[in-house]
């Protein structure tokens, strides 16, 4: 899917391409919008816009590590963005950020670039702003994709920690490591993305006006923001790991104690009752009127003496 | 709540905006103060004082992470302090430092805010040092909130840490988890204030008079100091679990030595019990005099050879 | 094995040596191409070339980390890739890159080698773009052999996991420890290629042509791609590792349990059979009608007890 | 307790304050010492010297961190060194470096301190060498409290490490745990004096005479190797720590055997004796003239069977 | 022992050093090499080479950690090497380097050392490419003690992680630990050589000439190898005591797992046997016929039982 809006300050919005319209001369504002661009679609990139065969096979096969790459009157830039629905998968979203023109390229619809498209369609005024202004436009929704799923995760991990106190199970380990390693996975995002937005945000990187510079600060900031909230869910989930890991040892020393305390009493009575059961022919005790008794009573006894020094020991 | 002081150096202290009064032109120095400023209040910040959007929008949901954003004429910071009673919870305090104006903004009624104000109030000449001595009075007391936080925590940790040397429990293993996890955060908080000190202090940051920089540069020691401590913290909370978990597989081991060494005294004897128990008709030793004697005698010895072979082998 | 090509733009390909040919001279593209050199082909680089002695005897016994020494009018690298089939075992090409001249010299035969060689014999033209671009064209198919293994290796270890669930044992303990000891040695020759490729793609780089600089700036992305890769490969075979453990333990658990439940129940039951199984002359219980079918029930009584006792404490 | 030495080159060596003295105008060369000082010394300082209230307010009440502060025409240096018998409880010491004068403030006396001024006291020419020279005469034995204490915690260390290889205790492991939480501390330390040191032997840092650059040089090279050997430490008491949990779980493993080897010998051999033990009327083996030896014999070859699989499968 | 070389173009090879003589003036080339000095030897360098006190200071006690002091005219260097027969212990080299002398220092006689010695004593003229050049052949053999000794230690930690697996002990564990404990040495001081030959290949260090400079550089690179090399040996050393750790708690498993089962088995048995051993006057199954061949075919039928479900469980 193929969509275009080419502004001119006096003829207004046109959207659609009439031959021998060259997009990177003329005086028009140019956003090119390509959703899951066929090849006849990526070759328009080539053909019409000249860009670099490179970038557009990177449009192709877009590459999972966020980048920027210089050309020289237009940079490309991959950036990534998390698509609700899709657990911690990102979804790329490739720019062609030139001086008058912008072409966006993306392998899935995404709601905030259909949002900005109808503003723009029905109040193209909005292009004197500069196309930077529109990789803005985008750049402020994508990094809130990030703080909505981050929001989701931390009280997700939240409940898992609750989960690990009460009754840890292999099933909650699993998803404590799985959200960890999405952890990582997005920390290497954020961490490519903040370098981008602080080359955009760069006074000697042209193609920013020098006026929309302070937008491109406030991206770079959130994602500073974002890579300390990425790394507090790293550091939650590693700390409910070792709290599983705590907690079990604990709990060994728990059930350890009930087994040794038992077979502590128990195994000396059933020796005494074994004794007594043995058939020697002169076994003295057995004669005696209140020899049972008497066992029993030692028995008690003993288990008593036992059970006050497990008390004193704190094992129970 | 609003409350604004206006001190021209001849006419003194005014507290109350005349009309056609434009702080950013005239000679007076002006401290205005928003306390859970209401829509209305915050629309003063972008009509009278043509502050940033981006700024004014920030003032009304403070990001968690403090930062500086420099605009031509004035910077504006986002500040964090702990409010006691609030646990690790910060409270943000935002602040527009322009040449001769000084805008405080915070959801929260902050002690040291309102101390400084009565002393500004009754003193007007202090302004004579200038709005960036203000923000230095700020800063002193909101360093200080974090020291006496670290402190109390200190003392928390080092009682938390003789608990579990003497009887380690969920709960304890709880609150050191919880307190490294407020450690890691004040960490990325007190981490991105010694940014912004370390900018505030720099000779090219022209908002500070060239005199009052040796006492930002104090700040930014205390900074390194704060951060010192809260790492201080992290590692003492780390050791504590780390003697948690070494403590609990060292009372494994006790308890696992005490279940051994009875199960071996005793399974022995009981077995000579059971097999004198047992009904066969020709068993010679049940008939001799003192066999009962001899097998109980028997039973002493083999416990005793068992008991030494343990204390040799240091199990009890 | 030593091939030759010499191509000038007018007289077009050569493949032998002439006699007088001096490489260095000349109009002439020139790639020499040493597979399993003989020292007499080494001495071909020391005479014919003049390459100090240091490079070429590097060529002789290639060290294992990536790196890239400048002389005056050539750079000699030392690069790694990883061959098909010889598991995490990386395989060395060192390359002399002169303004006209390339000299690959490699212990074993390498594919994308040999293919791009017919390319360039088929097709001479190719040399106008430059002996820089034959690197080029040499460090792409270079980094896909690091894809290629780490998917792989991402598979193996993702079927690592999953074993790790469900049967742990030594062997899958062996594996995941190798698979994050190839990572590590893995990520220390990225770690130095990433390095080489950032020299090579800087502007001061003289031996690269300023409009082939962008693919070059590509292939250091791809390397960033790759370090972003096998850190994350480190990652998962370190979390597989956490996971065993923590499963490892937890199993223990619940083996424990097992063990206690049945020793709390048994045992007691076991004493009251061992005390009715005493012989002495004076036990009321014996004579009761009913005794033996009260003790039994008792004992049933008893172990109902435990075993609710038990479920509550959510032993099984 | 204050001592002042002033030494003009011509007129010698005075030690009381003359009326109208102004220390930091004139020829002579000034070294005062406040030991414990009260206010009234303290006053000293801004009254005579004009040093700035900060500086004078830490004098009071020493920061933990070292650090140093330049105001136009002298630094302030906070500084710590290890006291002996104060365990890793470090002392501090401040210093008002000019270019003719010096003053060192500490609330404990410091013997290197005291021997120092011994020196100047007998050798006042040793003046002409620059105050600068005294602070490397202070530094130099400074850094020498850090070499004996750390010699002194190696070797502490070193027991440490033998004791819990031979008899792992609570006790032993708290004093490991004590000694790597001192190792962090003195790390900060060191690592902030380090920064310092680099500072003072700065070529810009004009208060240190070119000629004795050197010496501070030697200074910073041993604040490395301080930080080394202190890394070192951490790392030993880390390592014991990672002895101690491999070794009780290793002698956890041991304990089990035996109870293990004990239980699958034993329980069997109980169990044929409890069969033995019952009192079925028709029991054809108890009639047997050999049974009690048939049955002793077998419970004998059951129990070497079940030995030699213990032994085969190395388990004792 | 002393031993000296002076070496002038024309006047050929001399070995003492006649009266007058000033080895910092003339043409000629000078090494010195000084093995276990006597403190007469020392005054040699500060009298007739004047070098700074604190380098010859050094000279007497070597410090641990390498390092470079820069005088003058000349450069103090610091280095170490691993002795054979000595283990990890590292032995030092001090070296004097002036633009045409070179003092060599060192307490231990060391053989490559030697070899150069008798090579120059051989070949004077070799003096022609510099003491420079000197320097770089003491710095070749010595890098190579390091490979040579990293080559053993990695066979050597190769064959105890084959012991880990095979049979655990806690001699092997002490082993791994003194490994990981001598790697930890050995990467600070590799660490602190890479910095001086970082330092020594700078084009701005003029006491190597430009053309030996690619020497430095080589050596530079082989200490990143050795680097990468002994931070390998720290991983394969962590690794291996985490295998140690995992198949240790694995094992544990293993013993429970026997111990429950045999548990779980026979203590139901043995009730049964200690149920049909009580003497109650009236208990109908021990007059039935076959009571006592049904009791046993009951218990047959109930361990039969109990093995499916451990079967299933995957207990054994
Ligand atoms: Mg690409
Ligand atoms: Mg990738
Ligand atoms: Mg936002
Ligand atoms: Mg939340
Ligand atoms: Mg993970
Ligand atoms: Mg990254
Ligand atoms: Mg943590
Ligand atoms: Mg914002
Ligand atoms: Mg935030
Ligand atoms: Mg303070
Ligand atoms: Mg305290
Ligand atoms: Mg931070
Ligand atoms: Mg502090
Ligand atoms: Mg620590
Ligand atoms: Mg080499
Ligand atoms: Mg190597
Ligand atoms: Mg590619
Ligand atoms: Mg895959
Ligand atoms: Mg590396
Ligand atoms: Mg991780
Ligand atoms: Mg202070
Ligand atoms: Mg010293
Ligand atoms: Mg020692
Ligand atoms: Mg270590
Ligand atoms: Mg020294
Ligand atoms: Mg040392
Ligand atoms: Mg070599
Ligand atoms: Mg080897
Ligand atoms: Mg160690
Ligand atoms: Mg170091
Ligand atoms: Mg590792």
Redo the contacts between chains.
């Keep these: 899917m193929q969509r275009l809006l080419i502004f001119h300050p006096q003829q207004g919005l046109k959207e659609s391409l009439e031959p021998g319209f060259r997009p990177r001369q003329g005086e028009e504002f140019v956003w090119l919008d390509l959703v899951r661009p066929s090849p006849e679609e990526l070759d328009l990139l080539t053909e019409l816009f000249h860009f670099?065969p490179?970038a557009v096979e990177d449009c192709r096969r877009p590459?999972?590590?966020p980048?920027i790459?210089q050309?020289d009157e237009y940079a490309f830039l991959t950036l990534r963005c998390v698509k609700h629905g899709k657990g911690s998968q990102t979804v790329a979203l490739n720019v062609f950020l030139g001086p008058r023109f912008i072409v966006t390229v993306h392998q899935e619809s995404l709601d905030f670039v259909d949002d900005l498209w109808q503003q723009y369609h029905r109040d193209a005024e909005l292009f004197k702003k500069g196309v930077d202004f529109i990789l803005y436009s985008l750049l402020e929704p994508l990094t809130a994709t990030f703080f909505t799923f981050f929001d989701r995760t931390e009280d997700k991990l939240e409940h898992l920690e609750e989960a690990v106190?009460h009754?840890?199970s292999?099933q909650i380990?699993?998803q404590v490591?799985t959200l960890?390693?999405q952890a990582?996975?997005l920390r290497?995002i954020l961490g490519?993305q903040r370098d981008i937005l602080n080359l955009l945000s760069h006074p000697e990187f042209k193609l920013i006006k020098q006026e929309n510079r302070?937008?491109f600060?406030?991206i770079y900031?959130e994602m500073?923001?974002l890579i300390?909230?990425v790394?507090?869910l790293h550091?939650?989930a590693s700390?409910t790991?070792?709290?599983?890991?705590?907690?079990?040892?604990?709990?060994?020393?728990e059930?350890?104690?009930?087994?040794?305390v038992?077979?502590?009493i128990?195994?000396?009575?059933?020796?005494i009752?074994?004794?007594?059961?043995?058939?020697?022919?002169?076994?003295p005790?057995?004669?005696w009127?209140?020899?049972?008794f008497a066992?029993?009573g030692f028995?008690f006894f003993l288990a008593m003496v036992m059970l006050y020094f497990f008390r004193r020991k704190?094992?129970f």
Tied chains: 1, 2, 3, 4, 5.
Excluded: C
């Design positions: 670099h490179l590459h999972y590590r980048g790459a050309y106190f009754r840890p292999r380990l699993n490591f960890r390693r990582i996975k290497k490519a302070v937008f600060l406030d900031n500073l923001r300390d909230q790394e507090t550091d939650l700390s790991l070792e709290i599983y890991l705590s907690l079990t040892s604990n709990r060994l020393n059930i350890m104690k009930v087994l040794t038992i077979t502590t128990m195994m000396p009575l059933s020796l009752a074994g004794i007594y059961g043995m058939n020697f022919r002169y076994m005790e057995l004669e009127r209140y020899g049972y066992v029993l028995m704190g094992w």
